[in-house]
Structure formats: structure tokens, C-alpha cells
């Protein structure tokens, strides 16, 4: 069993997300995505290694994880194995080589990780009222602009 059916696996067993097959010019790119919000929260593909800035024109499996924390993605680039994220944004997601260079309980807690970052952020669609600040009523409203009230 490859890592990459095993990253299919993990998928479909914990989060019970079917792997979606999106584009016919790619048929082997599959996307994992949220049911509530269909957002995704993973895409694996299999592209030459030279995209990523490696040597070599071999194919490699490659997922596609959105992590929240820069910091975090900051750490995991100086790491073998993960790289800026391939035809995302590379300030929200990251790509991780599935050739055995990262652990699979690693890249199972980063898909974990993904998975709470895409998610609804209020479950059930019920929001939070918004905290009055004690500055809150410190600005009025005048007929052009707003301008800050003046305490003396």
C-alpha cells in the first residue's frame, strides 16, 4: 500500500470525505473536501519532482495541506519533505512529498490541522455577538465622515 492510499484511507475513515476527482486533464488529482461548507482541506497529485526545485523528472505524489499558523509553515519549510504550497497560495498552504521522507502520523496530524482550519468557524451556523468595548461609542457619525467625539 502506497502513502498515498493510505492518506486516502485515513481521509475517508475519519472524516468520512469521498476523494473527488475534479479535472479530466488530471485524472489522478484528488481533492478531499469538508460536506457542510464543501471547502477543501486537501488535494493530493502527482507531479515531476522538477516542480518542486528538485533534481530529477520523475513523478512524485505531492498533498496539498492549508495550515493557519505561519509560524508553523515557517518551521515545516526548513524540513526535508515539505515545500511552498504547488499551485496554491504560499501563504496558506504547503505541500508535503509523499515518498516516505515524512512520517505518516505527521502527515495524518497536518491533515488534521487542515481539516479544523477549513471547518466551519461557528459550528451550527450560530455566531457570537460582538463585545462592546469600552471604546466602541467613541465615534460619531456626522453626515460626511465619521469623526472621533472629544472628551474634555
Avoid at 60 to 86: A, E, Q, S
Avoid at 124 to 137: A, D, E, K, L, M
Wanted: hydrophobic letters at 35%; aromatic letters at 14%.
Amino acid at each position: 500500500m502506497t502513502l498515498r492510499d493510505k492518506v486516502f484511507d485515513y481521509v475517508q475513515t475519519k472524516y468520512q470525505s469521498e476523494i473527488e476527482y475534479l479535472w479530466m486533464r488530471y485524472p489522478s488529482y484528488g481533492a478531499f473536501r469538508h460536506k457542510d461548507n464543501q471547502k477543501w482541506y486537501g488535494l493530493v497529485m502527482d507531479i515531476p519532482r522538477s516542480k518542486l526545485g528538485l533534481s530529477g523528472d520523475e513523478i512524485v505524489d505531492v498533498l496539498d495541506i492549508k495550515l493557519g499558523d505561519l509560524f508553523l509553515m515557517d518551521l515545516l519549510l526548513k524540513r526535508d519533505g515539505f515545500f511552498p504550497g504547488y499551485h496554491m497560495s504560499h501563504s496558506h498552504w504547503i505541500s508535503v512529498i509523499l515518498d516516505g521522507t515524512v512520517e505518516f502520523e505527521e502527515i495524518c496530524s497536518l491533515i488534521d490541522r487542515s481539516y479544523m482550519v477549513t471547518g466551519n468557524r461557528y459550528p451550527c451556523g450560530i455566531r457570537t455577538p460582538r463585545r462592546r468595548t469600552p471604546w466602541s461609542n467613541t465615534w460619531r457619525r456626522s453626515r460626511t465622515k465619521l469623526r472621533p467625539t472629544i472628551f474634555l
